[in-house]
């Protein structure tokens, strides 16, 4: 394997989802830990293992190379804690007593894959369903060290588990969100963006981007001061949400500019959202604030279209809203 075609793999495992990355990474480890196995177990000549590693074998091969390319991260994170889950009892019921090991990084994956909650669960089943089968092998002393060990072992990584969760969470949204507005940032933008792209490219689901930003803010910025420029910020912000679906996702991309981003929608549906806000910053009742304006340009995905190409569009609608006299929407 050439060093650019690792690199190229390299940078398309960057591109995906923490749980994308988890699932692969369990999955590719997997298969590498379970190829030893079966060729020892083809030399020992034991055909019920045989026949379960290959089939752990096939399936960790499967799920890594899907998920690698297709993105099905939930469904894959289930398949493979399910294929986990079954053969650590498979191993420990149809295998020798060593195999009992397999027990820990198994438990360990799988609390890296799930909520703390749901693998503490499934580990638990796990350890139940085996238990009877180790009775009839093992020594009581062992089966009380292996539990013993087990638990404690549960403990600690159900607690890194959920800290390292919960870390990944805050540093998340501390990354896509705008400080002063609470809205997704210019990064959380492009996410949404790359992945409206990706839709409409397999599943025809259209999208409608929103591009607006503040008439004349620099003079009311020089004219009130920046404590009240921003207050006018937020100010409008609190405007467009209240205008806005559920679904619908707001964006501060820099300075006075913004972005909305309109899945399942036409042209026409953000004609109309664009006008209610405008009309509702006309009859804000905020009159603390000085009076300001806002601009708009509207541009439906194209099939094909690139991120730039589509926020280029935008971009002059927008700016023919400016040079038509502000306080308006235009539509590319």
């Known amino acids: 394997?050439?060093?650019?075609?690792?690199?190229?793999?390299?940078?398309?495992?960057?591109?995906?989802?923490?749980?994308?990355?988890?699932?692969?990474?369990?999955?590719?480890?997997?298969f590498l830990a379970v190829v030893p196995m079966l060729v020892a177990r083809l030399v020992e000549q034991n055909i019920a293992m045989v026949i379960l590693d290959s089939i752990l074998l096939i399936a960790f091969f499967g799920i890594c190379v899907s998920t690698y390319f297709h993105k099905h991260s939930e469904i894959a994170k289930y398949t493979l804690g399910t294929i986990l889950t079954i053969g650590m009892a498979g191993t420990c019921i149809f295998g020798t007593s060593a195999n009992m090991y397999?027990?820990?990084?198994?438990?360990?994956?799988?609390?890296?894959?799930?909520?703390?909650?749901?693998?503490?669960?499934?580990?638990?089943?796990?350890?139940?369903?085996?238990?009877?089968?180790?009775?009839?092998?093992?020594?009581?002393?062992?089966?009380?060290?292996l539990y013993a060990t087990l638990s404690t072992s549960i403990v600690f990584?159900?607690?890194f588990a959920r800290e390292f969760r919960s870390a990944h969470e805050r540093l998340t949204l501390?990354?896509?969100?705008?400080?002063?507005?609470?809205?997704?940032?210019?990064?959380?933008?492009?996410?949404?963006?790359?992945?409206?792209?990706e839709q409409?490219?397999?599943?025809?689901?259209?999208?409608?981007?929103?591009?607006?930003?503040?008439?004349?803010f620099k003079l009311l910025n020089d004219e009130h001061g920046h404590v009240v420029g921003d207050a006018v910020l937020?100010?409008?912000?609190?405007?467009?949400?209240?205008?806005?679906?559920?679904?619908?996702?707001?964006?501060?991309?820099g300075g006075e500019e913004f972005a909305i981003i309109l899945h399942n929608a036409s042209a026409e549906d953000a004609m109309g959202v664009a006008e209610k806000i405008r009309e509702s910053i006309a009859v804000r009742r905020d009159r603390e604030l000085p009076c300001?304006?806002?601009s708009f340009g509207i541009a439906s995905l194209k099939a094909g279209e690139s991120l730039t190409n589509w926020m280029s569009r935008t971009d002059n609608a927008l700016y023919e809203s400016k040079r038509n006299g502000r306080d308006q929407v235009s539509i590319a």
């Open 1 to 30: 394997m050439t060093l650019s075609r690792i690199e190229q793999i390299k940078h398309g495992f960057s591109k995906h989802s923490l749980t994308d990355k988890i699932v692969i990474a369990v999955s590719f480890l997997s």
């Open 102 to 145: 397999w027990l820990y990084p198994g438990f360990t994956a799988i609390f890296f894959m799930f909520s703390p909650s749901v693998a503490l669960m499934l580990c638990a089943g796990t350890s139940m369903i085996v238990l009877p089968f180790l009775l009839q092998r093992l020594p009581t002393t062992d089966i009380v060290t």
């Open 157 to 159: 990584v159900f607690y």
């Open 174 to 197: 501390l990354a896509s969100e705008d400080f002063l507005t609470q809205t997704g940032n210019r990064r959380a933008f492009q996410s949404r963006a790359e992945l409206c792209i």
């Open 200 to 216: 409409l490219k397999r599943k025809g689901k259209p999208s409608v981007l929103v591009l607006f930003d503040m008439d004349f």
């Open 234 to 253: 937020q100010d409008v912000t609190n405007i467009v949400q209240s205008c806005l679906r559920v679904s619908d996702k707001l964006y501060r991309l």
């Open 292 to 294: 300001y304006t806002v």
